[in-house]
């Protein structure tokens, strides 16, 4: 499967000393289906978008059988997953639910939620985030589960270490 993501540059703007510089032209970016993916602790990703911020972020999410987030909202940031195979079970306006290949859903901002993967294999899904500065957390758990996988005692003051960079207000366990 050949998937790509076309860039646009910024737009000019008008600065104290006159126009900006001309934006970059557009690139495109290309991620071959067999390119390695991130180990993340709990699951894989595979980045979409290029590492920059942007205005949308996309990447597939590979959650292993067993994961579960805890109940947690974004208070700057909309997400949404499509799901490619596997189950996910998903806790959002005081319900639970599991969606299968081909179901999608949108989370706004300020909507408590959580997900997981209560099945046997592993389910994987096709993530948007809108800003796109949020990759940055799979990112940087990437390095953390490099020197403290979860178990390890690090891992947790860690995690919510993120959490509190990266827009994750962790509100209690999971529902499910």
Same mark, same amino acid.
């Given at each position: 499967m050949l998937m790509s993501l076309i860039v646009l540059g910024a737009s000019l703007a008008a600065g104290p000393q006159g126009p900006a510089p001309p934006a970059p032209a557009p690139s495109?970016?290309? %991620? %071959?289906?067999g390119e390695a993916v991130g180990a993340i602790g709990v699951g894989q990703v595979a980045y979409l978008s290029p590492p920059e911020g942007h205005a949308? !972020?996309?990447?597939?999410?590979?959650?292993?059988?067993?994961? +579960?987030t805890p109940i947690h909202v974004h208070h700057h940031l909309d997400e949404s997953f499509y799901v490619l195979s596997g189950r996910?079970?998903?806790h959002a306006g005081g319900q639970t639910q599991v969606l299968g290949p081909g179901d999608y859903?949108?989370?706004? +901002?300020?909507?408590?939620?959580?997900q997981g993967n209560q099945g046997s294999e592993?389910?994987?899904?096709l993530m948007s985030v809108s800003s796109g500065d949020f990759? !940055?957390?799979f990112r940087a758990r990437e390095d953390l589960v490099k020197t403290s996988p979860p178990g390890h005692p690090d891992y947790g003051p860690r995690m919510h270490a993120l959490s509190d960079i990266y827009d994750v207000e962790n509100l209690g366990d999971p529902p499910f």
């Open positions: 495109v970016v290309i %991620r %071959r289906s949308l !972020g996309q990447m597939i999410l590979i959650e292993g059988p067993g994961y +579960r996910l079970t998903l859903v949108f989370i706004p +901002r300020g909507v408590p939620h959580a592993a389910t994987h899904l990759l !940055g957390f």
